[in-house]
């Protein structure tokens, strides 16, 4: 049965974020139609990944072996600057308003499908891309499903059995990129510390609550670096994370900005870290501690409050936990808390979708600080660098405005020049209470996931 988005009983289309602007920067070759079929089990995602995407440009959110991949590019839109949320969900309304959609599935992520990854600021020469893959495979439990977009007067072909279609010849076997050098970014370690301290200083100043510092560590590998090689390893080494590869960038991040599904929203906010030692007993000790700490809960409280703010005027009611939990991860234990709520869509437009959520949200105190003005204008002054798409907003949307949408963390960027070069990133939250040398052994920490992943043959 062909339809067109969106499908009855569902949650109404996202209105737009910014009245009057349009969805510049869309490169497509015009309008395009999109067919979802369940599949036999063709394995796991990313071995299907492995199997069929070219090196270049995989696309993937996964998590536990669930989500979605994909490959191909049926349309790309260039979104950067400060309208860069409204350039990706104009662009993404105009392209599925009216699309012929058959979709045999009907679950969250069936049916037109792009994926997102959004630049930190406004002032990253980064900017930021949504991307319509010729091919999606998805899965949830145990329902498997194949995605295929294409042009709406191309002849009429249909998922095979292989979940082969589009753009996939030129598919080459993983392979990792051999040795692997390190150097500096834009500030070394030292400096990086200098830098915290100066923050700590403002903050005990009054000048601000909290601030997020971020740096970058460059590798150059001997062979060009496969973001399938990577994505792989991350998801294996961290299957509680989001592991997500978007035009270059590729990560596995613990940090959910925003869920939204059938009408319910979704945050997982961390804030507050401490490193695992790899002895049991020592970090159970070592997790009661964080739950104490005060600087560490100090921290944490800004991330949530920042995040119930920015929903309450879109949900008609926000849940926070009184307290974090302790998320463990093989490298490092957050301080974590769910933050839930239900969309009010009985506002003029219908209720906001995952892209206008997220441009609400972001940034959080998590990526930033608090208050979040005066946050940037420290960041901007004492790191030194360009964030690019690290800390920004990664993940998926459909053509109801489900999807869901990560945070750029434990992430590296490909260099699209040369792919044997990386650019690697890691922050802090730092408080009035923060050490600087903790802080840069934290930051170090962090780098861990991706160092490790680009480790090997």
Known sequence: MTTTVGRPGRPPQPRS????????????????????TRVADPGPLLEVLARRSPSTSPLAWVRRGEGLVGWGQAARVAAGGEHRFATA????????????????????????????????????AGGGVLVVPEVVVGRRGDVVWVTTAEPVDAPVTGPGADVGGGSAAAVEPVRGPGAVRYADGALCGPRWATAVARAVARIQAGELE???LARDLLAEAEREVDARWLLARLAQAYPSCWSFSVDGLVGATPELL??????????????????????????????????????????????????????????????????????HLPNVMHLASDVTGVLDDARDGGAPGVLELAAALHPTAAVCGTPTPEAAAVIAELEGMDRDR?????????????????????????????????????????????????????SDAKLVPVRDALGGA
């Not at 991330?303 to 119930?308: D, E, G, W």
């Open 89 to 124: 969900a104009h662009a993404w309304r105009d392209l599925v308003l009216g699309a012929p959609v058959v979709d045999d599935v009907r679950l969250p992520g069936t049916g037109p499908v792009a994926f997102t990854s959004l630049s930190f600021d406004a002032a990253s």
């Open 17 to 36: 974020l910014e009245p009057g602007v349009p969805g510049a920067g869309l490169s497509s070759g015009g309008r395009l139609r999109w067919r979802t």
């Open 390 to 442: 690290y800390a920004g907003p990664v993940g998926w949307v459909d053509a109801d405005g489900d999807g869901e949408v990560g945070l750029a963390l434990r992430c590296a960027r490909i260099d699209p020049d040369d792919a044997r070069r990386v650019r690697l990133f890691a922050g802090c939250g730092v408080v009035a209470g923060s050490d600087p040398m903790a802080e840069l052994a934290e």
């Open 210 to 212: 909290k601030v997020v």
């Open 258 to 327: 925003v869920r939204r599904e059938r009408g319910l929203v979704h945050s997982r906010v961390l804030a507050g870290t401490i490193r695992r030692t790899g002895d049991e007993q020592r970090d159970a000790a070592l997790a009661g501690s964080l739950s104490r700490s005060g600087k560490d809960l100090e921290e944490h409280e800004y991330a949530v409050r920042s995040v119930v703010s920015a929903l309450a005027p879109h949900c008609r009611t926000t849940t926070a936990p009184d307290a974090p939990f302790v998320l």
